[in-house]
């Protein structure tokens, strides 16, 4: 358990949905503690700056956006999507002040596969954000939900498999309540690690949506991403999961569906309530697990069923590690086989 909070940085994080952010529009959110207005010019173009004026610190969320450009509301300063100053309305015609050195910092952001990632670090992204594999398309549907707790309770609690059967009690998730074993392989995989595909031995009402026989990978990597593909021999769905701290109490949790089901639209009615039934499940237990927390307990991460865990920690600490010491990040997970009963 780290005693402070720690955010790595330098990395790439889930800023929200494209979607929800429309043509003109902006929105104020916190990530890492930091206040970030993201915006969408009239054009398209997405955009993320630092949300302080930097004349003197009024939110710039609290004045207008005219579609191209931030005007602040003290002075109506005017920022562009980069950042760059353009206008100070209180110059006189004669005078002569280049404000072109004035910005407010701008935060490298993408848009892709209906995802807007933001870069949040000192220095430029020396890669892309992560990719749903196999799709170029937009999600099918997104659940957006706030989780009251650090990241790191966030991202253990939903790579945890043995909580599932007391956590997650439905039919329609789990047609048998019994527990059993599971044997599950895992590999390195940039920045985490991934659960190699397997057969399902119990299938769901879910996963037979899907199709006969499905197989099954999830990765996971920093800061905390999530990938659960399910393929059978018609179809394949592919679930992102994204944890982004929005400061050291609260984490956002986005799950995505991504799927080459023509029919799948009809399912979201039935899809996004069980969705968001399952992720509060999870939710209710991180809220639980607060109550304990604020007494500072120790935690205990056991052999096997709890790995993961530790794995996602170990990942942590090289990666800040590798950072302090400027070298290569080397991936503490070894490819190993896992029992655990779920
Ligand atoms: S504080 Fe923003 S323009 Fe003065
Ligand atoms: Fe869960």
Not at 194 to 217: I, N
């Amino acid at each position: 358990m780290m005693d402070k909070p720690l955010f790595l940085r330098d990395l790439w994080y889930y800023a929200l949905p494209g979607g929800s952010l429309k043509p003109g529009q902006t929105i104020a959110k916190t990530l890492l503690n930091e206040p970030i207005l993201l915006g969408r010019t009239q054009a398209g173009k997405v955009f993320a700056l630092r949300d302080i004026c930097p004349h003197r610190a009024v939110p710039l969320s609290c004045g207008r956006f005219d579609g191209t450009e931030v005007e602040c509301a003290y002075h109506g300063w005017k920022f562009d999507a980069a950042g760059q100053c353009t206008a100070i309305p209180a110059l006189t015609e004669d005078q002569t002040l280049d404000f072109s050195k004035f910005r407010v910092r701008s935060y490298p952001i993408r848009e892709a596969q209906g995802n807007i990632w933001i870069y949040i670090g000192e220095q430029s992204p020396q890669d892309e954000p992560p990719q749903v594999p196999g799709f170029d398309t937009t999600y099918q549907a997104a659940v957006v939900m706030n989780f009251p707790t650090y990241l790191d309770h966030a991202v253990v609690g939903l790579m945890d498999p043995a909580h599932v059967p007391f956590v997650h009690r439905a039919w329609w998730w789990r047609a048998d309540p019994t527990l059993a074993e599971e044997v599950k392989t895992f590999d390195p995989s940039p920045l985490g690690f991934t659960m190699r595909r397997h057969k399902l031995e119990r299938s769901t009402f879910l996963y037979d949506l899907v199709g006969g026989d499905p197989e099954v990978e999830i990765s996971f990597q920093l800061p905390g991403v999530r990938f659960e593909q399910v393929i059978t021999k018609r179809h394949r769905v592919c679930n992102l999961t994204t944890m982004t701290p929005l400061n050291d109490t609260e984490t956002e949790v986005t799950t995505l569906f991504y799927s080459t089901i023509p029919w799948f639209n009809l399912l979201k009615p039935f899809l996004l309530p069980l969705t968001r039934t399952f992720l509060n499940q999870d939710r209710d237990m991180v809220v639980k697990q607060k109550i304990g927390l604020q007494h500072n307990p120790g935690l205990m991460l056991i052999k096997d069923a709890d790995t993961q865990a530790r794995w996602y920690y170990q990942l942590k600490a090289e990666f800040a590690r590798s950072q302090s010491e400027h070298r290569a990040f080397i991936n503490p997970v070894k490819e190993q086989t896992l029992r655990w009963r779920s």
